[in-house]
């Protein structure tokens, strides 16, 4: 778990009492891969199968989700042996006029093959954090040709963000918001990554800071010292919408309201902006009875439902109990909302 190689080498496989499974068959073939020695993992990674396969045939005849342990012991066999062909291929081209295709494919295919996100956090930390090791491996191979190579050059950088990423996107979705902002803390090891992806990093540690009432001013605090100038309209609105989320947590509900203001004057076609907006909107509403708050409420829903944002769609029920069942909702909402909106929503919303 920790990829403390030589630890491993020098002190816990002589001594270890484990049985000879195919999780410490893989073990010793990450070892051996991480150390560029690379000659027997082949014959590592076909007795891992074997004794997956060994596995599989001795489970019993029960519910499916008996059988999603060995199917992921299946996933990290085949990716350690794509792992060694990348090696491979490491091992045998070099220089900027080499294709790697095959690193190329493998990464297209990781991308793809990732565990479900309800399956336990562990499994997803198996596999990206030994995908980390191959984008580490990527990275050492094209340190050299940034100048010569830009493309190959970017390669490591760009898979190992998406990869942390994505691991602290499933962390934080599982309710585990330490483990989410641990992850994009320690598993970067370089400043060098894509804009889009240093949007997704700082998105994903606010979000994580704001599913813990102490971390909610270094959350703040996150945003207001991230250089916006880097990201486009879009990504710009995004954060200051996440902005005023922290004033609104921090109890400055005028702050945050001028900041969601100036999140969809930046980029007006935010669908989870607009959300936010209406759900902070709409929690006024409730503390203040205030009918103001309630029309801001139903014009950001509705904005978010015409520009098919998933979350605003699953608000149609609160919008509608605002508009049947509030004492201020025929006006508020009926008149000066849906009135002037309806012909703007489309239809198909409405049919749930």
Not at 95 to 105: N, P, R, S, V, W
Not at 270 to 278: L, M, N
């Amino acid at each position: 778990k920790l990829h403390d190689w030589a630890h491993l080498k020098q002190m816990v496989l002589p001594k270890a009492q484990v049985a000879e499974d195919a999780a410490l068959t893989m073990v010793r073939a990450q070892l051996q891969l991480s150390e560029m020695a690379i000659l027997d993992v082949d014959k590592l990674c076909k007795a891992a199968l074997t004794q997956c396969v060994l596995a599989w045939w001795q489970l019993p005849e029960a519910s499916p989700w008996s059988c999603a342990p060995a199917l992921h012991a299946f996933q990290r066999a085949v990716e350690l042996a794509e792992s060694w062909r990348v090696a491979m291929e490491f091992t045998v081209q070099g220089g900027a006029g080499a294709q790697y295709q095959e690193l190329k494919d493998v990464c297209d295919t990781w991308k793809l093959r990732t565990p479900n996100e309800w399956e336990p956090l562990r499994w997803w930390s198996d596999v990206l954090t030994w995908r980390n090791q191959v984008y580490n491996m990527t990275i050492r191979q094209f340190s050299a040709l940034q100048a010569a190579a830009p493309t190959l050059h970017q390669m490591g950088y760009r898979d190992k963000a998406w990869s942390v990423n994505r691991l602290g996107h499933v962390a934080r979705l599982h309710g585990l918001p330490e483990a989410c902002v641990h992850a994009i803390n320690t598993l970067y090891g370089f400043n060098a990554m894509e804009v889009q992806e240093a949007f997704v990093k700082v998105q994903e540690q606010a979000k994580a800071y704001m599913l813990r009432p102490a971390e909610h001013l270094h959350g703040l605090n996150l945003i207001t010292s991230t250089n916006m100038d880097y990201f486009q309209p879009p990504h710009q609105a995004e954060m200051v919408s996440l902005k005023a989320q922290f004033l609104d947590l921090l109890g400055e509900h005028d702050a945050a309201h001028a900041a969601f203001s100036e999140a969809l004057t930046l980029w007006s076609l935010s669908p989870d902006a607009w959300v936010a907006w209406g759900r902070f909107c709409d929690e006024r509403y409730v503390a203040t009875k205030q009918p103001a708050f309630l029309e801001y409420a139903g014009a950001c829903f509705a904005q978010g439902i015409r520009l098919s944002g998933p979350e605003a769609r699953a608000l149609v029920p609160r919008l509608l109990h605002l508009l049947m069942l509030d004492p201020h909702g025929a006006e508020a909402i009926g008149v000066r909302t849906l009135a002037a909106q309806a012909a703007d929503l489309p239809t198909w919303v409405w049919l749930p």
